[in-house]
C-alpha cells in the first residue's frame, strides 16, 4: 500500500527503487489527466496532439537494421518502433534515433533516455 493504494512487483526491487517506481507512475498518471483536460478545452484536438509519423522507409530501414527483434532483449514479440531520444525531448524521426524494442522494454523506458 502506498497513498490508499495497492501495488504488486516480483522483480527484486528494495523499497527504495518501488518507491521511486511508484512516484513515477503516479507523475505519469497527472500528466496523462492533465493533457486529457487541456485537450477537453481544445476545438481542434487532433491538430493540437498529432504529431509527424515515423515514415514506411524508415520503419523498413530500422526493422532490417534491427533484424526484426527488440534491441534490448532480443525478443519478436509484440514489437514497437521507440524514439531513443523521445519526441517529447526534442527528439526526431530519422533512422539513427529509432529503435525497434518489444512492448516490455519499450513501457519500461518510457519517455527516458535509457
Same mark, same amino acid.
Given at each position: ?10 522483480? =527484486? ?9 511508484i512516484l513515477d ?16 478545452g481544445q476545438s481542434?484536438? *487532433?491538430? *493540437?496532439? *498529432? ?22 532483449? =532480443? ?5 514497437? #518502433? ?5 519526441? *517529447?525531448? =526534442? =527528439?526526431?524521426?530519422? /533512422? ?11 513501457r519500461a523506458k518510457? /519517455?527516458?533516455? #535509457?
Amino acid at each position: 500500500m502506498f497513498r490508499d493504494e495497492f501495488y504488486w512487483e516480483d522483480e =527484486g526491487y528494495n523499497e527504495e527503487e518501488i518507491r521511486a517506481l511508484i512516484l513515477d507512475r503516479i507523475e505519469q498518471r497527472e500528466k496523462k489527466v492533465k493533457r486529457a483536460m487541456a485537450r477537453l478545452g481544445q476545438s481542434d484536438v *487532433s491538430q *493540437s496532439t *498529432s504529431r509527424e509519423p515515423i515514415p514506411d522507409d524508415i520503419k523498413l530501414f530500422v526493422w532490417q537494421r534491427d533484424g526484426g527483434r527488440c534491441v534490448k532483449c =532480443g525478443s519478436q514479440k509484440n514489437l514497437e #518502433f521507440d524514439h531513443i531520444i523521445p519526441v *517529447s525531448k =526534442g =527528439g526526431s524521426n530519422t /533512422a539513427r534515433n529509432i529503435q525497434l524494442l518489444c512492448e516490455k522494454c519499450n513501457r519500461a523506458k518510457s /519517455a527516458n533516455l #535509457f
